[in-house]
């Protein structure tokens, strides 16, 4: 189980569009600074802000070559991340399972056998 | 037979402290508002997990009123609960409460916003739970962890809407 600080630092990093374009884009493949800043008409300098965060968070590495320096993306913070939001997920759908049945039972006139 | 119907629940977190959950039913505000509201309704549906039971379930519902929640697991002997205030009450459409959690270390208090928006003969639940920091907004989330599921680009895609 990641720790509070690893999903903190995800979610931080998570919070902005431009990032989540970012990883969109690299789930499809490696890709150099150039090629991330292009889709998003951002200078080289902003992009690189971003990765700093996205880099900081786990969720990108960078390549060792000097030059291009191709960010690749990182699954499993992203892993974690939708573990939990999934379980979060699930036991609101456990409730509002019940929920649904409750009102079924309301909704008839008086408290038949079957919903039609 | 009843027709199918089977809305998603849509999570998302908002923000650096805020949990918005949301829901569509297929049943007027009206009586969703009942079914949240009524003391002798609400524990048919809330926290109903395997083995618990919510045998406390006190709410007096005016501006100032209070309530206290409480579910028990008879066989583990364990309980915990809420208490809170309620701030703002608009019949069939709003409720807004505090919420502290009683005997549960790893929950936080929260400022509750619950909306009933009717779509027609429908109605949405939109929840929204805002936290004191990122640090207790996370360790509420961290309640619901487990281990142990699979890597697939489909969920990246979730969680990608789910932050949005």
């Given at each position: 189980?990641?720790?509070?600080?690893?999903?903190?630092?995800?979610?931080?990093?998570?919070?902005?569009?431009?990032?989540?374009?970012?990883?969109?884009?690299?789930?499809e493949?490696?890709a150099?600074?150039?090629?991330?800043?292009?889709?998003?008409?951002?200078?080289?300098?902003?992009?690189?802000?971003?990765?700093?965060?996205?880099?900081?968070?786990?969720?990108?590495?960078?390549?060792?070559?000097?030059?291009?320096?191709?960010?690749?993306?990182?699954?499993?913070?992203?892993?974690?991340?939708?573990?939990?939001?999934?379980?979060?997920?699930?036991?609101?759908?456990a409730?509002?399972?019940?929920?649904?049945?409750?009102l079924?039972?309301?909704?008839?006139?008086?408290?038949?056998?079957?919903?039609? | 037979?009843?027709?199918?119907?089977?809305?998603?629940?849509?999570?998302?977190?908002?923000?650096?402290?805020?949990?918005?959950?949301?829901?569509?039913?297929?049943?007027?505000?009206?009586?969703?508002?009942?079914?949240?509201?009524?003391?002798?309704?609400?524990?048919?549906?809330?926290?109903?997990?395997?083995?618990?039971?919510?045998?406390?379930?006190?709410?007096?519902?005016?501006?100032?009123?209070?309530?206290?929640?409480?579910?028990?697991?008879?066989?583990?002997?364990?309980?915990?609960?809420?208490t809170?205030?309620?701030?703002?009450?608009?019949?069939?459409r709003?409720?807004?409460h505090?919420?502290?959690?009683?005997?549960?270390?790893?929950?936080?208090?929260?400022?509750?916003?619950?909306?009933?928006?009717?779509?027609?003969?429908?109605?949405?639940?939109?929840?929204?739970?805002?936290?004191?920091?990122?640090?207790?907004?996370?360790?509420?989330?961290?309640?619901?962890?487990?281990?142990g599921?699979?890597?697939?680009?489909?969920?990246?895609d979730?969680?990608?809407?789910?932050?949005?």
């Open positions: 189980m990641p720790s509070t600080n690893q999903l903190d630092a995800t979610f931080m990093a998570l919070a902005d569009p431009t990032r989540r374009a970012i990883l969109a884009r690299l789930v493949g490696e150099s600074v150039n090629e991330l800043a292009e889709p998003f008409e951002m200078s080289q300098p902003a992009v690189s802000k971003h990765l700093k965060v996205l880099e900081r968070a786990g969720l990108i590495t960078r390549g060792r070559d000097a030059q291009r320096r191709p960010c690749k993306i990182e699954m499993e913070p992203l892993v974690a991340a939708t573990d939990w939001i999934e379980k979060y997920r699930q036991i609101w759908e409730n509002f399972g019940r929920l649904d049945a409750l079924e039972e309301l909704k008839r006139p008086q408290g038949g056998k079957d919903a039609k | 037979m009843s027709v199918i119907f089977k809305p998603e629940v849509e999570v998302s977190t908002p923000g650096d402290t805020d949990v918005v959950v949301k829901r569509k039913f297929n049943a007027p505000a009206e009586l969703v508002w009942r079914c949240y509201t009524d003391p002798a309704l609400l524990p048919r549906w809330l926290g109903g997990y395997p083995g618990w039971t919510m045998p406390v379930c006190e709410m007096d519902l005016r501006v100032g009123g209070t309530y206290t929640w409480r579910w028990r697991h008879d066989e583990q002997d364990m309980e915990f609960g809420f809170g205030t309620f701030e703002e009450i608009i019949p069939n709003l409720i807004v505090s919420e502290r959690p009683v005997d549960v270390e790893e929950m936080g208090d929260s400022h509750n916003v619950i909306e009933f928006v009717p779509l027609g003969d429908m109605t949405e639940l939109v929840m929204t739970m805002s936290y004191a920091s990122a640090e207790v907004r996370q360790s509420v989330l961290d309640t619901g962890m487990t281990d599921m699979g890597v697939s680009f489909d969920r990246l979730t969680l990608l809407l789910a932050v949005d």
